[in-house]
């Protein structure tokens, strides 16, 4: 049918963009943290075409190779936050407790100054999200930093699997039967959104296999909204939850049982570690704050020490910031995982790289320094999980996106030409919880 | 999967030894509630260790805890009937002081009745911020498990939301905890913008702080009239006229004997306070100081100090270096101001020593930072001779570590505040020990 | 209340250019412009030529034309005459009141709100919406516009889009084309309704389209095989979309800046439908984009405000306020290569050889003249500037072979200037639109009595007005009252009791200027009263509809309680 057409054009579209950049870089003579194979001492790193072609020592590269000096620093796969709202300009299409339709792809900014900061953190990859105003959400864009560039198409991960947001708990309460008057206003009520949501789903597939089978003449009516709901039982979309409280962790992974979907990453999840056992059992993931706590009622009752319990009980937790602020520092906030857990340097660094990698279905590409994955990578003065490491560089598909010695101050590529000079802001919104952007701010008094 | 079951199954084995241990010893702990082990009165022998004094240097010593004070300092003390502490290759350092918080103040940041760090009202400097301190909160163990012992909790609001306190993080009441010092806030009138929705013009914000400082000095004004009556009314055992209590809150303030903190962040704002400051010849700490490093200079030679923070955020102008947030207190600290380091949070000041980690990171050493989040900031409240620094005769807010504060993969192992050793023990560890191997597991 | 000095001005007033209410008859259609400077099109000018105007067409072009018996001469020595413009795109005609009924009503909610609360009427015809009196048409057509493309105004579908004739008259004698374009944008429904914000507008995009596509499929399966097949049951919405759809008229999209003509690129390579990028403002950072598309593009006339020429006291202020720092003058320096680069838009294009027409969406009438010299200075060429305004928008529309050009057999739309239009001080002397004869009448600008900037005054109390619109006298009455946020009042004037509240008041120094809106026949049109206070005397101008009727005013204050 002709739309299926126009998405499969979609995704050829998205084929031809981004190809073109990559480059060529030598990093000789580091600190090499593999993350899958070990750490290697005075080793060599030559990505070719965007791509890591070797690891090892004494390699060489043509003439034209920039080479980066790597003697005396640590050598990582660029650091991947799985929830982010940098670089996009809209979070929330909040009308509705279902928007499954909407793509948050269609929004991002690069323009956004954010970018660059998260880069000058070691960051090459983030998941950009929609927030958690919806029960379901909208579809979520897994970028890579190319900052710099001024198409929005070429920030998109091509061939990344498909992500969508849901939500569960206070926010979507919040803000669709506190704030609109409009179920959900329980945890009841959310439960009943995604079965209404994915019986309906399984209708409209009914209808339209009858319709391509020659049972009907007319085809029904176009619903993106329903389509979208189609594709994740189909397995074709990862679900990223935003999720607090054992028990609803609990209500969707039922849910999802009865419909037959397993492709599942829980955020935040502050009382996963209340869960382990059953997230394990499922195959759930994880992603978690390192240490944010009681700034709602849902999350009074967890602690720090949530990433490691979860890894200790074989979940595939990864750690993120959903902050503008934390993602430059997402390696600090792995580090806390040794003072909240006793976890090893390699599975802290695991937390920020090929677990993430794993969550967003990238992990053959991304999350660890092999040869034949993508040429990210982040190169600090230090080991990583210490408070004393300052980023040096950091590459997206071999090239330097950040220069710690080309750092300029002002990184802006677009620039407001009413506003004399940029506007002081006392406090900054973008500093934490996107997530509720775009709702009226009565909603949300968080700080 | 059948590794992962074989491992569970070890796992499982061998933690019934250890659960059973657990079980046996935390009989007396309720672990689904905030409670956790009672504090130890006594005396302390730390015996060994590397002492970071931060005022008399750093080098291996013994420390005796005795009567609540820090008795003495030396080598091969006598431990008499003190409890000994073996510190062979672990670091003692004087417990970290935050000096701006809502500690105390703000249970769940949502849930707004749990919240009493802010009143109704423009100018309310009576409010007192001690009253409202929970002493019972949930997140004063959680902070104090990381090496703080003391804070600043205080009001915000209005252009002068209340007074603020100094506590030590242990205590049953505010009065226990109280540490011997108060400040009047202040939040100086901004030219900058609120947030990023603040969609006001340049000329309507610039309107809006010219209106806010006329009624700040005539505020001011008033002020000082009312300190000169009540002088003269003392010293002619005259009656003054009426209850007033936010105008006295402000006598020790107008008379120099209190201080002001203020909260003010751009430069040119700052600039304003500075010369408001020295106009009026106060007594006042600046608070906040985003664009100090603009410049710091001027602050230096005007002699005021300044409490910043957090470190980690995000620079407060699109076209800033990313890291100039981070680098701020070491420029002021390197232009001669007198910094103090805060976090400026109320369920996560444990993360204070990582503040000071990045400051210290991003120039100002790890020596300035440490002093910012000890010595520096008992110094500026006045109250050095008790807190601050591992000197014989101070109260006994001390810590032992395995290594660096700074670092995340230090481990705190003993704390001490006024003399009593405090267990390690929150909410957050409490739940680490109920769930970290779940029993029973999954229902099969 | 204005209303009525309004009626009593027009009676009495017939030399400003405005559509002959009166009931002298005209005595001919023919009119022979003589030995003017003849642009023919941009390029080809014709010295000391000769227009002759036959019945709403171009009869005839060139030197030493014999002037027919009937012709009404005008004597057009060293003037220049130029086809009339062309608008891209624009609002003329759709009165801004229009745009309230979109709302909605607040009881909608959530998932499915009716169309048009979402702003989706993409059945919305210019027919049904213009208003042929409102004053945009006039203004418009006094600065040289004489045909338009003309969208309603909207959210994310506002409707379809026509090319009017700014000859003035009927609906039926605006509508040169109808329905031939759709319009669209990326505006998000307000008051939380579904769409809400650019992605759900995108999204909806996608799904009313390709639902379009489907219902062709359904309509035609029905027409050619309808046994046992359920009726086709659309709706207005759907139905409006099939003409882009099946690429019968081509979708302009509103994308002023770079990220809406990114995002509006996309939904065209998403969806296959003939775009042309409308409004934009910086087309300069997706030219090659443009370009390799085939792309056609509508600039917008709006800049942003000129870097203020730096005076004595401005300096103090500025030294005060910031030092002057390295980094500040790199900041500085940024903003104003930021300003440089939106005017330079035209330039850029014209360098790039991307042909651009112009959009009249959101600039203000006062401005276009005045932005169209900015992007000369630029490095617009003024052929090229002309191009925008006449042979590249007829080529757009489709009706080059009947506008765009002074040539035989073109419609009769033209623009006496006394000099070339570009040139600061020029004056439009002459429209003809549709062979339709508008004389303007030059308003010798009196010279404003310059009022101190730094001067205290005390506005508020009574003030009793004098009007003087050429020789006609009316009264008023002015009540002003200070509050902490400025100043408020109210007038009222001796036609009638009714009092209309002032807008805004601002103040500069002795300066003042007062804002309001009246409501003229139904219309609402924008009043300002520009003066200088002196003491407890205040002289200056007033401005009805954007400079469609101007008068003097001079009043004083009644200080007596």
Redesign the interface.
Same mark, same amino acid.
């Given at each position: 049918m002709k739309y299926q057409i126009i998405f499969i054009c979609l995704l050829l579209v998205d084929g031809l963009y981004g190809q073109s950049l990559s480059g060529d870089v030598l990093i000789k003579n580091g600190t090499v943290l593999t993350i899958t194979n070990g750490i290697k001492e005075n080793t060599d790193v030559l990505i070719q075409n965007g791509k890591i072609k070797s690891i090892g020592e004494g390699l060489s590269a043509g003439d034209n190779v920039r080479v980066i000096d790597a003697d005396g620093m640590y050598v990582m796969p660029g650091i991947i936050d799985a929830h982010s709202h940098a670089g996009i300009d809209v979070v929330n299409e909040a009308s509705a407790p279902n928007t499954a339709e909407v793509f948050v792809g269609d929004a991002i900014n690069p323009y956004s100054v954010s970018i660059y900061r998260a880069l000058a953190g070691g960051v090459s990859v983030s998941h950009a999200m929609h927030g958690s105003a919806n029960a379901i959400g909208g579809q979520c864009e897994t970028m890579k930093h190319h900052y710099g560039e001024e198409d929005p198409e070429t920030y998109k991960m091509v061939g990344a699997p498909r992500t969508i947001k849901f939500a569960l708990g206070e926010n979507p309460m919040r803000v669709h039967g506190e704030g609109n008057g409009i179920q959900p206003k329980s945890r009841m009520g959310i439960e009943q959104v995604f079965r209404k949501a994915f019986s309906e789903a399984q209708e409209y597939q009914k209808a339209w296999k009858t319709y391509k089978s020659g049972g009907t003449r007319v085809a029904p009516k176009l619903d993106l909204r329903k389509q979208t709901l189609v594709d994740i039982i189909n397995g074709e979309i990862i679900i990223h939850c935003h999720s607090y409280r054992a028990d609803e962790i609990l209500m969707l992974m039922n849910v999802l049982k009865d419909y037959g979907v397993d492709k599942i990453c829980f955020q935040h999840v502050n009382e996963g570690f209340k869960v382990a056992p059953e997230l394990a059992a499922f195959g759930a993931h994880a992603s978690v704050f390192a240490d944010w706590w009681a700034y709602k009622f849902e999350v009074y009752y967890s602690t720090a020490y949530n990433a490691a319990i979860l890894t200790r009980n074989n979940v595939i937790t990864s750690i993120n910031s959903d902050s503008g602020e934390l993602i430059r520092h997402l390696y600090h906030e792995a580090g806390k995982t040794q003072k909240y857990g006793d976890l090893t340097d390699n599975e802290a660094l695991r937390l920020i790289t090929l677990h993430p990698a794993i969550q967003l279905g990238i992990d053959e590409r991304v999350g660890s320094l092999e040869v034949g994955k993508d040429g990210d990578v982040a190169i600090f003065n230090k080991h990583p999980l210490s408070i004393y490491a300052v980023a040096q560089y950091t590459l997206v598909d071999g090239l330097v996106r950040f220069d710690i010695n080309e750092d300029p101050a002002d990184v802006r590529l677009d620039v407001n030409p009413d506003e004399k000079i940029p506007a002081f802001h006392e406090i900054d919104a973008h500093d934490h919880h996107r997530c509720m952007e775009g709702v009226f701010e009565e909603l949300f008094s968080h700080h | 999967m059948n590794s992962i079951n074989k491992i569970k199954e070890n796992m499982r084995n061998g933690a019934y030894i250890i659960s059973a241990i657990v079980l046996f010893l935390s009989l007396s702990i309720s672990v689904h509630s905030q409670r956790v082990a009672k504090s130890e009165a006594g005396s302390f022998l730390l015996k060994g260790g590397t002492l970071v004094t931060v005022s008399d240097g750093t080098f291996q010593s013994d420390l005796l805890i005795k009567d609540g004070k820090i008795a003495s300092i030396g080598e091969a003390l006598p431990a008499g009937d003190a409890t000994v502490i073996d510190c062979t290759g672990k670091f003692v350092y004087p417990g970290l002081i935050d000096s701006g918080t809502s500690l105390g103040l703000r249970e769940v940041g949502s849930v707004s009745l749990t919240s009493d760090h802010s009143e109704i009202g423009d100018f309310i400097p009576h409010m007192e911020a001690l009253t409202a301190v929970n002493p019972n909160a949930v997140a004063i163990p959680v902070t104090r498990v990381n090496g703080i012992t003391s804070a600043i909790v205080k009001p915000s609001g209005g252009t002068f939301p209340g007074t603020a306190a100094l506590i030590n993080l242990h205590g049953y009441t505010p009065q226990q905890m109280f540490a011997g010092y108060k400040a009047v806030i202040m939040n100086f009138p901004s030219t900058g913008k609120r947030g990023w929705r603040d969609s006001r013009s340049e000329e309507d914000i610039k309107k809006d702080a010219d209106k806010a400082l006329k009624n700040l000095n005539e505020t001011w004004r008033k002020v000082k009239l009312y300190a000169k009556i009540d002088s003269a009314s003392v010293a002619g055992r005259k009656s003054k006229d009426g209850y007033n209590p936010s105008m006295d809150a402000m006598l020790e303030v107008a008379r120099g004997n209190r201080h002001l903190m203020i909260e003010v962040n751009k430069k040119v704002d700052i600039e304003s306070a500075i010369k408001w400051v020295t106009d009026n010849k106060l007594n006042a700490i600046l608070t906040g100081v985003k664009e100090g490093y603009r410049i710091a200079d001027k602050i230096a030679e005007a002699g005021i100090p300044v409490i910043t923070g957090p470190v980690m955020s995000i620079p407060s102008r699109q076209s800033d270096k990313y890291d100039i947030a981070y680098a701020n207190a070491g420029k002021m600290r390197a232009a001669g101001v007198k910094v103090a380091l805060r976090t400026d949070k109320y369920e996560n000041v444990r993360n204070l020593p990582y503040e000071a980690g990045f400051a210290a990171t991003y120039g100002m050493g790890t020596d300035e930072a440490l002093r910012a989040i000890t010595l520096s900031p008992a110094e500026m409240f006045g109250v050095d001779d008790q807190i601050g620094s591992l000197s014989a005769g101070k109260l006994a807010n001390v810590f032992v570590s395995d290594g660096d504060p700074f670092e995340t993969r230090t481990d705190i192992l003993h704390l001490f505040i006024g003399g009593w050793k405090v267990p390690l023990e929150s909410r957050h560890t409490l739940l680490y020990e109920e769930f970290l191997e779940r029993d029973p597991g999954v229902k099969e | 209340m204005i209303n009525h000095i309004l009626s009593i001005c027009l009676f009495c007033i017939l030399s400003i250019g405005l559509q002959s209410q009166s009931d002298v008859p005209d005595v001919t259609s023919t009119f022979a412009i003589k030995n003017a400077n003849v642009v023919v099109k941009p390029g080809q000018t014709i010295e000391q030529a000769t227009v002759i105007i036959k019945d709403g067409l171009i009869h005839q072009v060139g030197k030493n034309i014999p002037i027919p018996y009937d012709a009404e001469v005008i004597n057009a020595d060293s003037m220049f005459v130029y086809a009339g413009f062309i608008a891209g795109i624009s609002h003329i005609g759709i009165p801004k009141k229009e745009e309230k009924k979109e709302g909605g009503s607040s009881s909608v909610?959530? #998932?499915d709100p009716p169309n048009d609360a979402a702003g989706i009427t993409p059945e919305k015809t210019v027919r049904s919406v213009i208003k042929p009196s409102d004053s945009s048409i006039a203004a418009m057509r006094k600065l040289g516009f004489t045909m338009a493309h003309v969208v309603p105004r909207g959210g994310m579908m506002a409707g379809k889009g026509s090319l009017i004739s700014l000859s003035g008259g009927s609906v039926e004698e605006l509508l040169v084309k109808e329905d031939m374009s759709l319009y669209g944008s990326l505006k998000a429904?307000k008051n !939380?309704? #579904?769409?809400?914000?650019?992605? &759900?507008v995108?999204?909806k995009w996608? *799904?009313m389209y390709?639902?379009a /596509? +489907?219902a062709i499929?359904?309509e035609s399966?029905f027409k050619s095989a309808p046994s &046992?097949?359920?009726r086709p049951m659309y709706d207005a919405s759907t139905k409006a979309l099939y003409a882009a759809t099946n690429k019968s008229i081509p979708v302009f999209f509103n994308a002023p800046k770079? +990220?809406d003509l990114?995002?509006s690129l !996309?939904l065209q390579?998403? +969806?296959g439908f003939n775009i042309v990028a409308s409004n934009v403002k910086q087309a300069y950072?997706l030219k090659d984009?443009i370009k390799s598309m085939n792309i056609p593009v509508v600039i917008s006339l709006k800049l942003?405000?000129e870097e203020k020429k730096k005076k004595e006291s401005d300096d103090k202020k500025s030294n005060k306020?910031?030092d002057m720092s390295d /980094?500040?003058k790199?900041?500085?320096a !940024?903003?104003s290569?930021?300003?440089k *680069? #939106?005017t330079s838009q035209a330039a850029i294009l014209e360098e790039a050889n991307i042909p651009f027409s112009i959009s009249l969406t959101d600039v203000k009438a006062a401005d276009i003249q005045k932005n169209l010299r900015r992007m000369i200075e630029a490095g617009l060429s003024e052929d090229k500037a002309l191009a925008a305004l006449t042979t590249n928008p007829a080529q757009l529309l489709g009706i080059s072979s009947i506008a765009g050009s002074i040539e035989k057999g073109k419609v009769a739309n033209l623009i006496v200037t006394d000099t070339t239009y570009f040139k600061e001080k020029a004056n439009v002397l002459y429209v003809f639109a549709d062979g339709k004869k508008f004389k303007q009448e030059i308003k010798k600008k009196k010279k404003k009595k310059e009022g101190d900037p730094d001067a205290e005054i005390v506005l508020e109390g009574e003030w009793t007005l004098s009007i003087n619109a050429d020789g006609m006298v009316i009264g008023g009455n002015v009540t002003i009252q200070k509050t902490d946020d400025g100043y408020t009042g109210s007038m009222t004037t001796d036609m009638d009791d009714e009092e209309t509240e002032f807008d805004s008041v601002e103040i500069d120094g002795s300066n003042v200027t007062i804002k309001m809106t009246g409501d003229v026949n139904g219309v609402e049109a924008p009043i300002q009263i520009d003066v200088v206070i002196d003491g407890s005397d205040m002289e200056g101008s007033v401005n009805i509809a954007n400079g469609m009727m101007t008068a003097d005013v001079t009043g004083s204050k009644d200080d007596n309680p």
């Amino acid at each position: 049918m002709k739309y299926q057409i126009i998405f499969i054009c979609l995704l050829l579209v998205d084929g031809l963009y981004g190809q073109s950049l990559s480059g060529d870089v030598l990093i000789k003579n580091g600190t090499v943290l593999t993350i899958t194979n070990g750490i290697k001492e005075n080793t060599d790193v030559l990505i070719q075409n965007g791509k890591i072609k070797s690891i090892g020592e004494g390699l060489s590269a043509g003439d034209n190779v920039r080479v980066i000096d790597a003697d005396g620093m640590y050598v990582m796969p660029g650091i991947i936050d799985a929830h982010s709202h940098a670089g996009i300009d809209v979070v929330n299409e909040a009308s509705a407790p279902n928007t499954a339709e909407v793509f948050v792809g269609d929004a991002i900014n690069p323009y956004s100054v954010s970018i660059y900061r998260a880069l000058a953190g070691g960051v090459s990859v983030s998941h950009a999200m929609h927030g958690s105003a919806n029960a379901i959400g909208g579809q979520c864009e897994t970028m890579k930093h190319h900052y710099g560039e001024e198409d929005p198409e070429t920030y998109k991960m091509v061939g990344a699997p498909r992500t969508i947001k849901f939500a569960l708990g206070e926010n979507p309460m919040r803000v669709h039967g506190e704030g609109n008057g409009i179920q959900p206003k329980s945890r009841m009520g959310i439960e009943q959104v995604f079965r209404k949501a994915f019986s309906e789903a399984q209708e409209y597939q009914k209808a339209w296999k009858t319709y391509k089978s020659g049972g009907t003449r007319v085809a029904p009516k176009l619903d993106l909204r329903k389509q979208t709901l189609v594709d994740i039982i189909n397995g074709e979309i990862i679900i990223h939850c935003h999720s607090y409280r054992a028990d609803e962790i609990l209500m969707l992974m039922n849910v999802l049982k009865d419909y037959g979907v397993d492709k599942i990453c829980f955020q935040h999840v502050n009382e996963g570690f209340k869960v382990a056992p059953e997230l394990a059992a499922f195959g759930a993931h994880a992603s978690v704050f390192a240490d944010w706590w009681a700034y709602k009622f849902e999350v009074y009752y967890s602690t720090a020490y949530n990433a490691a319990i979860l890894t200790r009980n074989n979940v595939i937790t990864s750690i993120n910031s959903d902050s503008g602020e934390l993602i430059r520092h997402l390696y600090h906030e792995a580090g806390k995982t040794q003072k909240y857990g006793d976890l090893t340097d390699n599975e802290a660094l695991r937390l920020i790289t090929l677990h993430p990698a794993i969550q967003l279905g990238i992990d053959e590409r991304v999350g660890s320094l092999e040869v034949g994955k993508d040429g990210d990578v982040a190169i600090f003065n230090k080991h990583p999980l210490s408070i004393y490491a300052v980023a040096q560089y950091t590459l997206v598909d071999g090239l330097v996106r950040f220069d710690i010695n080309e750092d300029p101050a002002d990184v802006r590529l677009d620039v407001n030409p009413d506003e004399k000079i940029p506007a002081f802001h006392e406090i900054d919104a973008h500093d934490h919880h996107r997530c509720m952007e775009g709702v009226f701010e009565e909603l949300f008094s968080h700080h | 999967m059948n590794s992962i079951n074989k491992i569970k199954e070890n796992m499982r084995n061998g933690a019934y030894i250890i659960s059973a241990i657990v079980l046996f010893l935390s009989l007396s702990i309720s672990v689904h509630s905030q409670r956790v082990a009672k504090s130890e009165a006594g005396s302390f022998l730390l015996k060994g260790g590397t002492l970071v004094t931060v005022s008399d240097g750093t080098f291996q010593s013994d420390l005796l805890i005795k009567d609540g004070k820090i008795a003495s300092i030396g080598e091969a003390l006598p431990a008499g009937d003190a409890t000994v502490i073996d510190c062979t290759g672990k670091f003692v350092y004087p417990g970290l002081i935050d000096s701006g918080t809502s500690l105390g103040l703000r249970e769940v940041g949502s849930v707004s009745l749990t919240s009493d760090h802010s009143e109704i009202g423009d100018f309310i400097p009576h409010m007192e911020a001690l009253t409202a301190v929970n002493p019972n909160a949930v997140a004063i163990p959680v902070t104090r498990v990381n090496g703080i012992t003391s804070a600043i909790v205080k009001p915000s609001g209005g252009t002068f939301p209340g007074t603020a306190a100094l506590i030590n993080l242990h205590g049953y009441t505010p009065q226990q905890m109280f540490a011997g010092y108060k400040a009047v806030i202040m939040n100086f009138p901004s030219t900058g913008k609120r947030g990023w929705r603040d969609s006001r013009s340049e000329e309507d914000i610039k309107k809006d702080a010219d209106k806010a400082l006329k009624n700040l000095n005539e505020t001011w004004r008033k002020v000082k009239l009312y300190a000169k009556i009540d002088s003269a009314s003392v010293a002619g055992r005259k009656s003054k006229d009426g209850y007033n209590p936010s105008m006295d809150a402000m006598l020790e303030v107008a008379r120099g004997n209190r201080h002001l903190m203020i909260e003010v962040n751009k430069k040119v704002d700052i600039e304003s306070a500075i010369k408001w400051v020295t106009d009026n010849k106060l007594n006042a700490i600046l608070t906040g100081v985003k664009e100090g490093y603009r410049i710091a200079d001027k602050i230096a030679e005007a002699g005021i100090p300044v409490i910043t923070g957090p470190v980690m955020s995000i620079p407060s102008r699109q076209s800033d270096k990313y890291d100039i947030a981070y680098a701020n207190a070491g420029k002021m600290r390197a232009a001669g101001v007198k910094v103090a380091l805060r976090t400026d949070k109320y369920e996560n000041v444990r993360n204070l020593p990582y503040e000071a980690g990045f400051a210290a990171t991003y120039g100002m050493g790890t020596d300035e930072a440490l002093r910012a989040i000890t010595l520096s900031p008992a110094e500026m409240f006045g109250v050095d001779d008790q807190i601050g620094s591992l000197s014989a005769g101070k109260l006994a807010n001390v810590f032992v570590s395995d290594g660096d504060p700074f670092e995340t993969r230090t481990d705190i192992l003993h704390l001490f505040i006024g003399g009593w050793k405090v267990p390690l023990e929150s909410r957050h560890t409490l739940l680490y020990e109920e769930f970290l191997e779940r029993d029973p597991g999954v229902k099969e | 209340m204005i209303n009525h000095i309004l009626s009593i001005c027009l009676f009495c007033i017939l030399s400003i250019g405005l559509q002959s209410q009166s009931d002298v008859p005209d005595v001919t259609s023919t009119f022979a412009i003589k030995n003017a400077n003849v642009v023919v099109k941009p390029g080809q000018t014709i010295e000391q030529a000769t227009v002759i105007i036959k019945d709403g067409l171009i009869h005839q072009v060139g030197k030493n034309i014999p002037i027919p018996y009937d012709a009404e001469v005008i004597n057009a020595d060293s003037m220049f005459v130029y086809a009339g413009f062309i608008a891209g795109i624009s609002h003329i005609g759709i009165p801004k009141k229009e745009e309230k009924k979109e709302g909605g009503s607040s009881s909608v909610k959530g #998932y499915d709100p009716p169309n048009d609360a979402a702003g989706i009427t993409p059945e919305k015809t210019v027919r049904s919406v213009i208003k042929p009196s409102d004053s945009s048409i006039a203004a418009m057509r006094k600065l040289g516009f004489t045909m338009a493309h003309v969208v309603p105004r909207g959210g994310m579908m506002a409707g379809k889009g026509s090319l009017i004739s700014l000859s003035g008259g009927s609906v039926e004698e605006l509508l040169v084309k109808e329905d031939m374009s759709l319009y669209g944008s990326l505006k998000a429904a307000k008051n !939380r309704i #579904y769409p809400s914000t650019a992605i &759900g507008v995108m999204s909806k995009w996608r *799904e009313m389209y390709q639902q379009a /596509e +489907l219902a062709i499929d359904h309509e035609s399966t029905f027409k050619s095989a309808p046994s &046992g097949l359920k009726r086709p049951m659309y709706d207005a919405s759907t139905k409006a979309l099939y003409a882009a759809t099946n690429k019968s008229i081509p979708v302009f999209f509103n994308a002023p800046k770079t +990220l809406d003509l990114s995002r509006s690129l !996309r939904l065209q390579k998403d +969806l296959g439908f003939n775009i042309v990028a409308s409004n934009v403002k910086q087309a300069y950072k997706l030219k090659d984009k443009i370009k390799s598309m085939n792309i056609p593009v509508v600039i917008s006339l709006k800049l942003p405000k000129e870097e203020k020429k730096k005076k004595e006291s401005d300096d103090k202020k500025s030294n005060k306020e910031d030092d002057m720092s390295d /980094e500040m003058k790199k900041l500085l320096a !940024r903003s104003s290569a930021a300003k440089k *680069e #939106y005017t330079s838009q035209a330039a850029i294009l014209e360098e790039a050889n991307i042909p651009f027409s112009i959009s009249l969406t959101d600039v203000k009438a006062a401005d276009i003249q005045k932005n169209l010299r900015r992007m000369i200075e630029a490095g617009l060429s003024e052929d090229k500037a002309l191009a925008a305004l006449t042979t590249n928008p007829a080529q757009l529309l489709g009706i080059s072979s009947i506008a765009g050009s002074i040539e035989k057999g073109k419609v009769a739309n033209l623009i006496v200037t006394d000099t070339t239009y570009f040139k600061e001080k020029a004056n439009v002397l002459y429209v003809f639109a549709d062979g339709k004869k508008f004389k303007q009448e030059i308003k010798k600008k009196k010279k404003k009595k310059e009022g101190d900037p730094d001067a205290e005054i005390v506005l508020e109390g009574e003030w009793t007005l004098s009007i003087n619109a050429d020789g006609m006298v009316i009264g008023g009455n002015v009540t002003i009252q200070k509050t902490d946020d400025g100043y408020t009042g109210s007038m009222t004037t001796d036609m009638d009791d009714e009092e209309t509240e002032f807008d805004s008041v601002e103040i500069d120094g002795s300066n003042v200027t007062i804002k309001m809106t009246g409501d003229v026949n139904g219309v609402e049109a924008p009043i300002q009263i520009d003066v200088v206070i002196d003491g407890s005397d205040m002289e200056g101008s007033v401005n009805i509809a954007n400079g469609m009727m101007t008068a003097d005013v001079t009043g004083s204050k009644d200080d007596n309680p």
